[in-house]
């Protein structure tokens, strides 16, 4: 068995001396570096360590690449299919001259795929507290403080009310995305640390929040967002009119309403999406997404809007409902079209109705999926105006005392891995507010070494995209046949030869440079550079440099980081081997005792 | 029979491969049977930011100059490359790296400066070095692949090229090169393939004694070795270095040394010496260092010493342009020195005269005993031919030297006023045939004598000496025997090339026009000179330097003032100027 | 003040017609034309003659380059747009240059459109867009006799046209969705069957094609909802989509093609975008619009150049040649001319 070495990961650094170099920064400026040239993990609001998984893919390592995503966001399998992805936005290989981003979210997935099927996870825990924590939900947050908090060790219960586990995993994104056993195998993975696991029972009505807080040291409110939000437009509760949510809830739960054979579909997110192929699949023939921007500024991936359309979905943009018309069942859609306004400054485009311009859609059935918000809970502490609790996004607190909340519930809609970052981040301070005590902490580890074995010529290996089932038609026979087939292991090979390995650093050493810029000729890119001056920032990280065609001013030939591509042509022509190479990644350690 | 006349340039950043890229289009499109002449230019620095160009111009019949309009260009630097765009024809071809390192400014994009007209092939040279070969070094040969497929010359031309080039580094490097240059010929037949332009197609290859490849400096110094070189005497100097490398190499498996001295004063000290002794010697130079020998070489004519001295000719005066032609040696060849100092020069025109008159020098110098010296420049030396390989005849070989009779044993004179002026030459140690030679003036026995009458008749003796050498000097060659022409164009080193096209193309044009080369300089025929002028209402006289060195020299010969055209760009006259400068002349109708 | 820069994006019909009244309303302007293709700009609805053999390629082309020279207007032929940063107000082209631009038409005109679910099988169809394509069709056409259509295009009506007269069987698969820029209606259908058929052409009964399988150089085997046949060539035929795919993301508004408003202005100050690749407000049926074809193209450049100068002509458009395909509202002046 391959496992992620505790030294590496977890433990603090006594043994390190063994190998090569390894040091540990808390320094403001390594973050700094951190965040600016090591895109994918900074992105990740886990911090998964990208480069060092995919490497491990390299290595043909699949459980140490799972167990590297695994320590951080506990669903590798699951993210390997459906995350949002924001690496892969940030990844260098996908700068433009560079070509297309490194699909490190497939990658993930074929850790999942190609892992050992028996193969055992390591989980450091921490000698029990003797507290009990009570968390409600048990979506990804939930989970992933249960997770946490059990290994930190706390005696942990989970409430779920519906009657499977896994919140949005299981009940809002369909089959032929998620399957059910991919689910089930990582929350048993989490369950299995010793949680209890309650389902069937929703907190605030077949149990009152102060008779769980009485119970526990701890309660955790991690129910998400399962209110719909609705169009507020006449009409929206006619026959035929469906939620999005509800829709692929029931979906989920076996059920198989008739929605006609043509239906649009209103809304622009993943769940609009989900609920415009699960109508393919509950016998729809003819289905368009109606959104009211435009198609490019569309959140969801770009893999998802290709599926849905190879799958006949047609996506009519700028359309604006006005209301949903019928005697008893829906009938048509009335829409205004939309004029584009400014790019507001929440990110989102303003629009205008062209007035006059209203035109109607003939329909069998309209799907409603324009959003969700979370639920009223029956739990005390502050509420806001709609009478949901509210909390402290940094702290996790209620106005309650012992009472938190994390996930979706307390920030609003968000992905899978924001509210799995949420849950970790709400278990850590659940656990210093029990014990006074801190038991991980990121740092830069920093590791020397030897030159990368990449070849230059694989930055031209094209991405290896996800094979589908094709023809589509054998994908809409039975709606829990997954679409996408995961990448083959010579697939995933090759893929894991396109990272850039961000984690290593290159620096050249000025004393031994003899500036014969033979680096710079053999360069990618403009990533050596001639220098006069480098600017630091406030915490002493490089931000950016003076540079000069001047011979007379160069003071430093300096390989820019951010531009960098890891080639290593430069290490290979130097004729004085003053270009070194460190390994340096972000890594969460376990602090020994628990340090104050 | 196409006729095929192009131009081709390479141009990159010092360091980007570019010369050593024009190198193998020259060696390629020899081997494919063209004529081929190629010239580099680079940078003073040895590693500098500075601009290389190689030109290769590729015809199917003779060539004996660069033209001025590019057909292809090779840009292996864009920036740099800007430059070049003037000199593309209309419908000139452009291949550059279509994904270089950085972002460039519309100000510093080769693209944004070329004429509607200018067929564009952008390739990504490095990319496909790196993916063929794993290294962007190769980018250069990718590059060539791509001007190789998209001009249709056969690839295993470049190929074998590749191979001789590189297989002494070994099988890798040479898989290296070869696979990038493979994948710059497989991008752009795929890429370009409805954008392919045989520009070389419908040659039928000439069969017959294979040609080489050699360059000025290269003919110099195989003439050396061929002429019985024993010593080589010198101190580096751009242009006229490469001589010395070649020779260290060539010389010493023939028994003979090169040294290398402290400075050129030493070098022509020791080459006298070396002839004084016997022993075949000779120095390369340029301007600088010609200038501090001019006293010794003084010496060599006053002792009546031989000695063969290269004079490679640069942009002056002083260290002037270092790395640039120029023609502005000719004057202090001819009368550079202290006193009365006649001496033979001779200036070769084209890549095998400079083999040829090297081994004639020797001739010259041991016959006359006195120093020869050959003038060459910056683009004749560094430029690139491909020739027939040169040898000599027995006859080129054989050595004139005067020995004295055995009846003047114990009464030699070593400067014996002959009525050629030649006296016999004993070498030193020759019983009976002991002689003093000194820089002092001397009687006809070597010894020091200042009476007038001496100087006078010694100085008359060493002159005959000097003109009567012209009875084995090359004669100046008139090129059309057209009994009267209105202008005649007299050309000398590496110029002629330019006058003698563009004197053809003016005939083409209808114009009555003649051109003439001399290259013997000092002394000239001054009767063969006068006939041709003669026959020519004006007389035109084109010369890379200000001052007009050749017309001072030999204008007088016509009976009126000739014109002149005097061009101190650095670079070689392209024929065009010249033919324009004909045009403006015979339309000016300058009486 | 410095002469103005003026940038075009696009070398057909519009970009052409803009660069000229540029330079003829703004003598001391520096006009430059970027062009995908390495040829100056064509009549493409000359291609299907050209594939017939009866115009030759050397007598498509609208003005020679000495125009160009003497307009002084640079015509950067070869050199594609990668992306414009509107911020900046930088192209930036694909060899990684950068050029500043005071005034920005963009004019790309369109490019085939491939349903996403042929789109596995897009190396296996010829589309006819540009004169390459037409040479593609002209070798392909050289080792074999049978081509099937798919989809129903105006072009592809002019190709099948050129394809009897060289005496090629012609299979068609009409693809109601696709026929582009008409409404296709029973009616509609029937008659361009009909008309299809008087002309010999075979139309198949099929509705989708399941999957194309090149054999070899000069076979197809293509599987459809009902039938199974062999042919040398297929061609996909379903009209055209504004050619912005590069501009995602630019901040410019895009929904199939640039949208527009009346006056051909986009969201950006002094940025313009005309021909084929636009989508133009159009206040009379309270929607966008695109506009396709030769002499629609020219308008709008001409307008959008005037635009830039300062006037404020906005596009007549006459109603009843206005269609809805795809849910975009088209114009087109193709057909009359056809």
Known sequence: ?596 | MAKVDITVEVCGMAGDGTIAAGGMINEAMSLGGYYVLGFDSYPAEIRGFGRCVTHSRIGSEEISALQDKTHVLISLNDVQSRSRAPFLQENGMVFFDSNPASYVTEEESLAAVLKTGVKLYGMPFSDLATQAAGSPRGRNLSALGGFAAVCGIDPDLFRQVISNKFESKGPRVLDMNLKSFDAGHEYALENFSHRLVGLFKGLEVEKGEKKVMLSGNSAIGKGAVDAGLKLYFGYPITPATPIMEYLAKALPPRGGQVVQMEDEIASIGAVLGASYAGARSMTATSGPGFALMTELITHGVMAEIPAVILDAQRGGPSTGLPTKTEQSDLQAAVFGGPGDSARIVIAPTNVSECYKFTVKSFQLAERYQTPVIVLTDFFLDNRVENVHPPHSTEQELQRLSVTPDSSKQGDYKRYEDTPDGISPRALPGMKGFNFVATGLEHSQYGAPDYSPENHQKMSAKRHRKIESALRDLFKPEEFFDDSEVDLGVIGWGSTFGSVLEATQEARRKGLKVSALKITSIYPYHAREIRAFMNKCKMILIPELNFEGHLANLIGHLHNSDVFRLNLVTGSPIPPSVIVSEIERLISGGVK | ?338
């Open chain 3, 1 to 338: 003040m410095s002469a103005e820069r003026f940038v075009i994006i696009g070398n057909g019909p519009a970009g052409n017609e803009a660069a000229e009244i540029l330079r003829e309303k703004s003598p001391r302007s520096r006009v430059t034309i970027f062009g995908k293709e390495s040829i100056r700009s064509y009549k493409p609805h000359l291609l299907p003659d050209v594939i017939a053999g009866k115009v030759d390629q050397e007598n498509i082309f609208m003005k020679p380059d000495s125009y160009f020279r003497e307009k002084d207007i640079q015509l950067r032929l070869g050199q594609r747009v990668k992306h414009v940063d509107f911020n900046k107000r930088q192209v930036l082209l694909e060899h990684r240059e950068v050029v500043s631009f005071d005034g920005l038409i963009i004019a790309t005109g369109g490019k085939p459109r491939i349903p996403e679910p042929l789109e596995v099988f897009e190396d296996v169809m010829l589309t006819l867009k540009t004169a390459f394509d037409a040479q593609l069709w002209v070798d392909r056409l050289s080792k074999t006799d049978s081509v099937l259509i798919i989809g129903g295009d105006l072009t592809s009506l002019s190709l099948t046209r050129a394809l009897i007269n060289l005496g090629k069987k012609v299979f068609f698969i009409v693809n109601a969705e696709s026929f582009w820029p008409l409404p296709f209606n029973e009616r509609l259908s029937t008659e361009i069957q009909a008309r299809l058929c008087e002309k010999g052409v075979e139309v198949l009964n099929s509705r989708t094609v399941r999957r194309l399988t090149q054999l070899s150089d000069t076979s197809v085997e293509v599987e459809t909802d009902c039938e199974k046949i062999r042919v040398g060539v297929v061609g996909a035929f379903f009209g055209l989509v504004p050619d912005v795919k590069f501009l995602v993301r630019s901040g410019l508004d895009i929904d199939r093609g640039i949208l527009v408003d009346e006056n051909l202005q986009t969201r950006f100050a002094n940025v313009y975008a005309a021909g084929d690749c636009a989508q133009v407000y159009n206040p009379v049926i309270k929607d966008y619009w695109v506009s396709i074809g030769y002499e629609n193209a020219r308008t709008l450049g001409r307008i959008a150049a005037l635009n830039m100068l300062g006037e404020m002509l906005s596009v007549k458009s006459s109603p009843e040649s206005i269609f809805s395909l795809n849910g975009v509202k088209v114009n087109t002046s193709w057909w009359m001319e056809f």
């Open chain 1, 1 to 596: 068995m391959d496992h992620v070495n505790p030294n590496d990961v977890w433990a603090p650094g006594a043994n390190d001396r063994r190998g090569p170099l390894v040091t540990y920064s808390r320094d403001a400026a390594d973050f700094d570096y951190m965040r600016i040239n090591v895109p994918c993990q900074s992105a990740c609001p886990a911090l998964t360590n990208v480069p060092a998984y995919i490497r491990s893919i390299y290595e043909k390592r699949y459980g140490h690449s799972y167990e590297l995503n695994r320590i951080v966001n506990l669903f590798p399998g699951t993210l390997g299919r459906i995350c949002s992805r924001p690496c892969e936005d940030r990844c260098r290989h996908g700068e433009p001259e560079l070509g297309e981003p490194v699909n490190i979210c497939h990658i993930k997935r074929a850790a999942y795929d190609l892992k050992e099927p028996g193969h055992p996870f390591m989980a450091p825990m921490f000698s029990s507290h003797h507290k009990r924590v009570c968390i409600v939900g048990s979506g990804p947050s939930g989970l992933a403080a249960a997770h946490d908090l059990s290994t930190i060790g706390f005696d942990v219960t989970i409430l779920e009310a519906l009657d499977e586990p896994g919140g949005m995993l299981r009940y809002g994104i369909p089959e032929f995305r998620l399957p059910h056993k991919v689910l089930k195998y990582e929350i048993d993975s989490i369950v299995r640390m010793g949680i209890t696991l309650k389902t069937g029972i929703r907190a605030g009505t077949d149990i009152s929040f102060r008779e769980i807080m009485s119970d526990y040291d701890a309660t955790l409110i991690a129910t998400g967002c399962y209110v719909s939000r609705a169009l507020n437009v006449p009409g929206e509760n006619l026959d035929g009119v469906f939620s999005g949510l509800e829709l692929v809830m029931d979906i989920a739960s076996n059920k198989s309403p008739n929605l006609g054979k043509k239906v649009a579909v209103i809304g622009a997110g993943f769940t609009a999406f989900d609920c415009a192929r699960s109508a393919l699949r509950l016998g729809a023939e003819d289905v368009t997404i109606f959104i009211r921007g435009l198609e490019e500024e569309l959140r969801v991936t770009k893999e998802e809007i290709h599926d849905a359309k190879k799958e006949g979905i047609k996506i009519k943009a700028l359309s604006l409902t006005q209301g949903i018309v019928g005697s008893n069942r829906a009938e048509g859609i009335e829409f205004v079209r939309a004029r584009t306004g400014e790019i507001g400054s929440n990110g989102r485009r303003k629009l205008y109705p062209i007035e006059g311009s209203n035109f109607l859609v003939e329909v069998d059935s309209v799907i409603v999926a324009v959003g969700q918000s979370a639920q009223p809970i029956a739990a005390p502490g502050d509420k806001n105006d709609s009478g949901i609790l509210i909390g402290n996004s940094d702290t996790f607190q209620s106005s309650e005392p012992g009472l938190y909340l994390t996930g979706d519930f307390l920030t609003g809609p968000s992905t899978v891995i924001e509210s799995i970052a949420s849950g970790r981040k709400a278990a850590e301070r659940i656990a210093h507010d029990l014990t006074g005590k801190r038991f991980r902490e990121w740092v830069v580890r920093m590791e020397e070494a030897a030159i990368t074995d990449r070849h230059r010529s694989w930055d031209f290996i094209p991405r290896q995209e996800m094979p589908t089932v094709t023809p589509v038609s054998s994908r809409l026979v039975d709606r829990r046949v997954e679409v996408e087939l995961g990448l083959s292991s010579e697939a995933a090979f090759e893929e894991s030869k396109r990272c850039y390995l961000c984690n290593l650093h290159y620096e050249i050493d000025v004393n031994k440079c003899i500036f014969c810029r033979y680096c710079i000729d053999n360069a990618p890119r403009d990533c050596i550079k001639l220098v006069e001056k480098i600017n630091l920032n406030e915490n002493g990280a490089i931000d950016g440099f003076i540079e000069t065609t001047n011979w007379q001013k160069v003071n430093a030939v300096v390989i820019d980081n951010s531009r960098c591509i890891r080639c290593g042509e430069c290490v290979r022509v130097c004729p004085v081997d003053c270009i070194s190479v460190t390994k340096v990644e972000l890594v969460e350690k376990n602090l020994l005792a628990g340090r104050q």
